[in-house]
C-alpha cells in the first residue's frame, strides 16, 4: 500500500511512518518547500501544491497544523493556529478531488475540541460543535475535507484526544514537574481528559484503513477518559513522587490566558462509539502511567 502523510515530522506521523514501513508499505511525505522540488511538496500559505500523479497513493493522512499548545494564544498565534490546518486541508482536499487517480481514503485531523467544555456529560460524535476558539478551528478545519468528500473519496475525520506519550505532547511536558515533586491537579481536578496512547492510535488507523465502511468524524479516544484529579494521582504514583499540589484556575489563566480554558481547564469525556460498533478492540482501554511511562506500548 502507498500512504501519503502531511506533518509526517511530527510526533503522530512519525510514530505512523514508523508503524506503516515496519508493517510492510511504501510511505511518501509530503514536503514543505517553497520550490516545489520533491514529488509530493507544498506550500500551503501560499496555495502550492505538487502531487506527482504517477504515483498512485492509496491513503492519504493530513495531520499539518501550527502546535496548539505551545505559547499563549496571541491574535496572531490564533491566526496560525487556524490558517495552518483550514488552508492545507483545502489545498490538499481540492488536489485530491481533481486527480483522476483518486486516493480510496484521506484521512485528516481534527480534536475532541470540536465540543468545547462539556462538563460530565458524555459526547458521541453525533454532539454538536461547541461555541470556544477551538470548537470554531475544529469545525472549519473538519468542512474544509468537504471537496475531496464530495469527489467520492472515503474521508475521516479524526478527533483526537490527548495523545499519551513520554516521547512528546502534553505527558511530555509535565513530566519534569511531577519528577520534581512539584505536580498536582489543574483548577478542580474533575476536569475529564479524553485520551489515547501513540500505539493504540496506529492501530486504530490500521483499523480505519481496512475498515471501509467507516467514514465521516470519528472520537479517536479510549472507552473511558479519566478525571485531571485522578491522572494526576497516578503520575506521581507512577513516577514515585507526590503530587499534592493544587494549581488554580486564576493562575493558569495567567501564565496561558485563553489557552487555559480551552485545552487545560476545559472537560471533555468523549467516548468512541463509531470506532467500537465497527467492531475494534481496544488494545488498552484501561489508563495505566506506569506501562506507558516505562515504554512497554512502544
Not at 511518501?28 to 501560499?46: L, Q, T, Y
Not at 505538487?50 to 494564544?73: E, F, M, P, T
Not at 498536582?184 to 475529564?192: D, E, P, S, V
Request: aromatic share 10%; charged share 25%; net charge positive.
Amino acid at each position: 500500500m502507498n500512504i501519503l502523510i502531511t506533518g509526517a515530522s511530527g510526533l503522530i506521523g512519525t510514530a505512523l511512518k514508523r508503524y506503516f514501513e515496519a508493517n510492510g508499505h511504501n510511505v511518501f511525505i509530503m514536503r514543505r518547500h517553497r520550490k516545489m522540488e520533491a514529488p509530493f511538496s507544498w506550500w500551503p500559505d501560499n496555495y502550492l501544491i505538487q502531487y506527482d500523479d504517477s504515483i498512485k497513493i492509496d491513503v492519504v493522512i493530513n495531520l499539518a497544523g501550527d502546535s496548539i499548545s505551545s505559547g499563549r494564544w496571541t491574535k496572531e498565534k490564533k491566526n496560525n493556529i487556524f490558517l495552518s490546518r483550514i488552508n492545507s486541508t483545502r489545498l490538499l482536499s481540492e488536489k485530491l478531488a481533481k486527480l483522476a487517480r483518486k486516493p480510496e481514503l484521506f484521512i485528516s485531523g481534527s480534536a475532541v475540541g470540536y465540543y468545547g467544555d462539556c462538563g460530565d456529560e458524555i459526547v458521541t460524535e453525533n454532539h454538536g460543535a461547541g461555541s470556544g476558539f477551538l470548537s470554531y478551528v475544529c469545525k472549519h478545519w473538519e468542512d474544509a475535507t468537504s471537496p475531496a468528500e464530495t469527489a467520492g473519496i472515503r474521508t475521516v475525520k479524526l478527533r483526537l484526544g490527548i495523545v499519551m506519550t513520554p516521547k512528546g505532547g502534553m505527558l511530555e511536558k509535565i513530566m519534569l514537574p511531577f519528577k520534581l515533586g512539584l505536580g498536582g491537579k489543574l483548577g478542580t481536578g474533575r476536569q475529564f481528559m479524553s485520551w489515547i496512547c501513540l500505539e493504540e492510535l496506529c492501530h486504530v488507523i490500521e483499523f480505519i484503513i481496512n475498515n471501509k465502511n467507516l467514514g465521516g468524524a470519528l472520537n479517536i479516544v479510549s472507552p473511558k477518559p479519566i478525571r485531571n484529579s485522578d491522572f494526576t494521582k497516578r503520575l506521581g504514583k507512577a513516577l514515585h513522587r507526590p503530587a499534592i499540589f493544587i494549581i488554580p484556575k486564576f493562575i493558569l489563566k495567567l501564565l496561558y490566558g485563553e489557552m487555559a480554558d480551552e485545552v487545560l481547564l476545559a472537560s471533555t469525556r468523549a467516548i468512541p462509539t463509531k470506532l467500537e460498533n465497527a467492531g475494534y478492540q481496544f488494545i488498552k482501554p484501561e489508563f495505566s502511567l506506569d506501562k506507558i511511562i516505562s515504554n512497554e506500548y512502544y
